[in-house]
T-cell receptor, first 106, second 113 residues
Framework: QKEVEQDPGPLSVPEGAIVSLNCTYSNSAFQYFMWYRQYSRKGPELLMYTYSSGNKEDGRFTAQVDKSSKYISLFIRDSQPSDSATYLC??????FGKGTHLIIQP | EAEVAQSPRYKITEKSQAVAFWCDPI?????LYWYRQILGQGPELLVQ????????DSQLPKDRFSAERLKGVDSTLKIQPAELGDSAMYLC???????????FGPGTRLTVT
């Protein structure tokens, strides 16, 4: 079993839709959960950071962590074409998923 | 806004040649990371520095890769000799001491021909 599983996509949704991005993990020792956004040919940019189960909201973004199920999610409300990018989940800052390529259609 | 600087942004080299990448972290950040990101994959940690000391280089192919951070500020990653499989994006990141939030530079895209 891989340490982190993330569907690479592409995931294509219309503008304004709610987007759900997910990762599962196997290492129960992970304590910190991050989501990064990476535009093409750029470095990753930290979007959300949390260390507890539950929800954390920041503007249009909500990060959700379920430690019992070893599952994390990122929700994007009112999606915009500028949200089109690759979204990477990360654990303890050092273990990354493969990234999900998201396309928001105008 | 403070940023992590990397150079060059792009590098094309022939296999068996030597290549070097430079990184200048955000001022005051004690921890510096080098990652390799192959197209379609997530970043993989190559080496982590705390000030000038190596904390983790377990995934660094030491027969051909070397990294240094002599004064605990900027850092250089070297590959000698380069192989075709080294073609990737090389990312540098930094974080404050004890912090888990990493800030990435723009990366160096390496193509080995």
């Amino acid at each position: 079993q891989k340490e982190v599983e993330q569907d690479p996509g592409p995931l294509s949704v219309p503008e304004g839709a709610i987007v759900s991005l997910n990762c599962t993990y196997s290492n129960s020792a992970f304590q910190y959960f991050m989501w990064y956004r990476q535009y093409s040919r750029k470095g990753p940019e930290l979007l959300m950071y949390t260390y507890s189960s539950g929800n954390k909201e920041d503007g249009r973004f909500t990060a959700q962590v379920d430690k019992s199920s070893k599952y994390i999610s990122l929700f994007i409300r009112d999606s915009q074409p500028s949200d089109s990018a690759t979204y990477l989940c990360a654990f303890d800052g050092l273990t990354f998923g493969k990234g999900t390529h998201l396309i928001i259609q105008p | 806004e403070a940023e992590v600087a990397q150079s060059p942004r792009y590098k094309i080299t022939e296999k068996s040649q030597a290549v070097a990448f430079w990184c200048d972290p955000i001022s005051g950040h004690a921890t510096l990371y080098w990652y390799r990101q192959i197209l379609g994959q997530g970043p993989e940690l190559l080496v982590q520095f705390q000030d000038e000391s190596v904390v983790d280089d377990s995934q660094l192919p030491k027969d051909r890769f070397s990294a240094e951070r002599l004064k605990g500020v900027d850092s250089t990653l070297k590959i000698q000799p380069a192989e075709l499989g080294d073609s990737a994006m090389y990312l540098c990141a930094s974080s404050s001491q004890g912090g888990h939030e990493q800030y990435f530079g723009p990366g160096t895209r390496l193509t080995v021909t």
